[in-house]
T-cell receptor
Framework: QKEVEQDPGPLSVPEGAIVSLNCTYS??????FMWYRQYSRKGPELLMY????GNKEDGRFTAQVDKSSKYISLFIRDSQPSDSATYLC????????????FGSGTRLLVRP | GAVVSQHPSRVICKSGTSVKIECRSL??????MFWYRQFPKQSLMLMAT?????????EQGVEKDKFLINHASLTLSTLTVTSAHPEDSSFYIC???????????FGPGTRLTVL
């Protein structure tokens, strides 16, 4: 079993839709949770970073962490074609020397 | 956010040659940097942790003699792929921890093609 599970997609939605991306994890030591966006042939770009359970909002993006269920989500409101990319969840444990464990990434396509 | 650069962005080389990839933190210092490898439509695989002033720490299954890492200064880490083979063709990405958060900032990646 992988430490971090993420549906690879692809996920295809119409422009303006609300997108829900999810990851589950098995290691209860994970304390830090991140979402990265990666366009084709580019490096990952940090979108959201959360530490505790609950919600964190930044513009059209909301990150949600449920440590009791070992489940994290990223919601994208009013999705745009420019949101089409691969979204990677990543997490790390305290005292892990910054080492990140990544999900496999979900490919998102927002249709105009 | 913090900026990390990589050079070159793309390199094509012949089998048997060595290729050096540079990773720089542009507006902050990084005592630790990370090197990842990514195959098409797959996630990032951590190869090694680069430590300024000391030896790199390699992940299980990564050949130390093949992927040489040097962290010569607080803003520069280099990955040298020695005696490259076609199976080394991949997207190589470096990252560095941010100054104030427990996360990492990634470089734009280097696409290596070995003929």
């Amino acid at each position: 079993q992988k430490e971090v599970e993420q549906d690879p997609g692809p996920l295809s939605v119409p422009e303006g839709a609300i997108v829900s991306l999810n990851c589950t994890y098995s290691n209860s030591a994970f304390q830090y949770f991140m979402w990265y966006r990666q366009y084709s042939r580019k490096g990952p770009e940090l979108l959201m970073y959360t530490y505790s359970s609950g919600n964190k909002e930044d513009g059209r993006f909301t990150a949600q962490v449920d440590k009791s269920s070992k489940y994290i989500s990223l919601f994208i409101r009013d999705s745009q074609p420019s949101d089409s990319a691969t979204y990677l969840c990543a997490m790390s444990a305290m005292d892990s020397s910054y080492k990140l464990i990544f999900g496999s990434g979900t490919r998102l396509l927002v249709r105009p | 956010g913090a900026v990390v650069s990589q050079h070159p962005s793309r390199v094509i080389c012949k089998s048997g040659t060595s290729v050096k990839i540079e990773c720089r933190s542009l507006d902050f210092q990084a005592t630790t940097m990370f090197w990842y490898r990514q195959f098409p439509k797959q996630s990032l695989m951590l190869m090694a942790t680069s430590n300024e002033g000391s030896k790199a720490t390699y992940e299980q299954g990564v050949e130390k003699d093949k992927f040489l890492i040097n962290h010569a200064s607080l803003t520069l880490s280099t990955l040298t792929v020695t005696s490259a083979h076609p199976e080394d063709s991949s997207f190589y990405i470096c990252s560095a921890p941010g100054a104030s958060t427990d996360t990492q900032y990634f470089g734009p990646g280097t696409r290596l093609t070995v003929l």
